[in-house]
Nanobody, 128 residues
């Protein structure tokens, strides 16, 4: 199994930036892709971004494309990041890191149901 812990959330003004981190531990010797999802109050959890184990394949949700970037540490594949720039109040949500075993170059899924491992989440609040 893989255990995930997110960090880096907080309160930021609109237009500001945050970088979320996701640290994986446990059975991490097998390759897995990582994803970020978010859930705003009263809304369903939604896809934000995903990255392959190799880091060569990424998918970004349209509403955050150009503002958010997903990456993995080159030296330590067990750490992932979500760089969020030009934040908007509508980005306010709890952000979750997720992982699922897959091949090294397998493109991550945009579907929550494809992920078997989840972190507890970190809150991001963007004030106007």
């Amino acid at each position: 199994q893989v255990q995930l812990v997110e960090s880096g959330g907080g309160l930021v003004q609109a237009g500001g930036s945050l970088r979320l981190s996701c640290a994986a531990s446990g059975r991490t010797f097998n390759s897995y892709y990582m994803g970020w999802f978010r859930q705003a109050p009263g809304k369903e959890r939604e896809f934000v971004a995903t990255i392959s184990w190799s880091g060569t394949s990424t998918t970004i949700e349209d509403s955050v494309k150009g503002r958010f970037t997903i990456s993995r540490d080159n030296a330590d594949r067990n750490t992932g990041y979500l760089q969020m720039n030009s934040l908007k109040p509508e980005d306010t949500a709890r952000y979750y890191c997720a992982a699922q075993y897959g091949s090294m170059y397998e493109q991550g899924s945009t579907q929550q149901s494809d992920y078997g491992y989840w972190g507890p989440g970190t809150q991001v609040t963007v004030s106007s």
